[in-house]
């Protein structure tokens, strides 16, 4: 199936997507509690935001609405190792390939050069088979046993690169989604953490359904947009996999009149990926679409989602969906509101610009 054709003439600049953030705000630490975090409600149009919380979320919605999630779990990808001259080597796994095989990031004083060996810090070695245009390289590593289970002994949490702290055993607790199930993710699919069982079970009380979609996060999703100009920016790719039972809901919700809410960018990737000129559909494999303000979403009905990095991707997708300068006057009042920044900090919701149902 192909995916949707996503270009879209803009005359927005990487820099229309700054702001100023002070760094206190970006938040270092879980909180004690996943559904302790705040919640800022941006209604559309010109309606003032209203300061919630996440428990508040089941009050917020309707019954008949379907919350979709993504069920990735987050591979621990950092490892360390040194190359034959003895230079010291970081290695961030991108993707999993398969059979020992994975796309990945090198940090490195020397770039290792194809047919070279790194010696891994916890046993074994990785051989460099190629890289590509895009700085990537293709690693085969040879370890005892399976690959993804010496991966879950000796690698480490990636946790994202503005948390100062190393990975402890809270992080590997809270980095994850308590309905994390298919390894293959390098970042944490953040507007999940918020969820407990608790909160999930009063959403479900007040007759609001859930799915799962997956897409496997990658390392790209850090990267820095390097162009000015928003149409040339060259978006990386990411695994997913849209189902056909979660397709069926989608469609038994809208039928019956309820909304679908993507918990997070990812998922809203996702839906739109799958979304041809008839509707969602199944779908499974590759995804670069870029969704920026000129996109149109018509996937989902409402978005639950963290706060973001300036001048990203991520922020330019929420804009897409409830408005540049709807989004940058949020931003601005999370900042007064002393809101907390990041993976580990708040979340919005989010109603699209125009009030319009996407039924």
Known sequence: MPIRATAAASILKTSDFRFDLPPELI??????ERSA????????????????????LPGLLRAGDLLVFNDTRVIPARLFGQKATGGRVEILIERLLGDGVAKAQIGASKTPKPGSSIELDGGGSAE??????????T???????????????????????????????????????????????VAAPT????FDDA???????????DARITLHVGAG????VRVENLDEHRMHSEWIDVPQKLVDKVRATRAAGGRVIAVGTTVLRALESAMTPDG?????GETSIFIYPGIEVRSVDGLVTNFHLPESTLLMLVSAFAGRERILAAYEHAVRERYRFFSYGDAMLLWPQDGVSRK
């Open 128 to 137: 460099v088979i190629d890289r590509d245009d895009r700085g990537f390289f």
């Open 191 to 194: 507007a999940g953490l918020h």
């Open 37 to 56: 975090s705040r919640l800022l409600v941006v209604p559309p149009g010109d309606a003032a935001f209203e300061d919630r919380g996440i428990r508040d």
């Open 199 to 209: 909160l999930l079970q009063s959403l479900r009380d007040r007759g609001i359904d």
């Open 27 to 32: 938040a270092q630490q879980p909180l004690p």
């Open 221 to 224: 999703t850090f990267q820095p």
């Open 280 to 284: 969602l559909q199944a779908f499974s």
């Open 139 to 185: 690693l085969r590593f040879h370890v005892d046993g399976e690959f993804i289970d010496w991966l879950q002994r000796v690698g480490q949490l990636p946790l994202p690169p503005y948390i100062e702290h190393t990975p402890d055993a809270v992080d590997a607790e809270r980095y994850q989604t308590v309905f994390a199930e298919r390894a293959g993710a």
